[in-house]
């Protein structure tokens, strides 16, 4: 089992930043992604970023490249997404998931990710 806490939201204006952090309980292992996710009122919770710990990659949704970055701390246990540029359109709950059996291919399908936080609201006024 593995107990995930974000922490890290707000309210910002337009173009402003936020950094969000998602501590998990125990290491992880270079096995597991964990990621970012986000959901708006009426909304489907949808993708934003993750990371893999094996070689340290990230992956980013279209609407956040450029803007988001994903990184790991080096004790494996927590991830921060830096959110740059916001807009608000990125008004949201963002969530923290993790897994350690995704396949590439996997790791923007919210389904497929065992563990979840409990959210942070991200609220952007224009």
């Known amino acids: 089992q593995v107990q995930l806490v974000e922490s890290g939201g707000g309210l910002v204006q337009a173009g402003g930043s936020l950094r969000l952090s998602c501590a998990a309980s125990?290491?992880?292992?270079?096995?597991?992604?964990m990621a970012w996710f986000r959901q708006a009122p009426g909304k489907e919770r949808e993708f934003v970023a993750a990371?893999?710990?094996?070689?340290?990659?990230?992956y980013y949704s279209d609407s956040v490249k450029g803007r988001f970055t994903i990184s790991g701390s080096t004790t494996d246990t927590t991830v921060t997404l830096q959110m740059n540029s916001l807009r608000p359109e990125d008004t949201a709950i963002y969530y923290c998931a993790a897994d350690g059996n995704l396949i590439l291919s996997s790791i923007g399908n919210k389904d497929q990710y065992d563990y979840w936080g409990q959210g942070t609201q991200v609220t952007v006024s224009s």
């Open positions: 125990r290491r992880t292992g270079s096995r597991f992604f």
């Open positions: 990371f893999r710990w094996s070689g340290r990659y990230s």
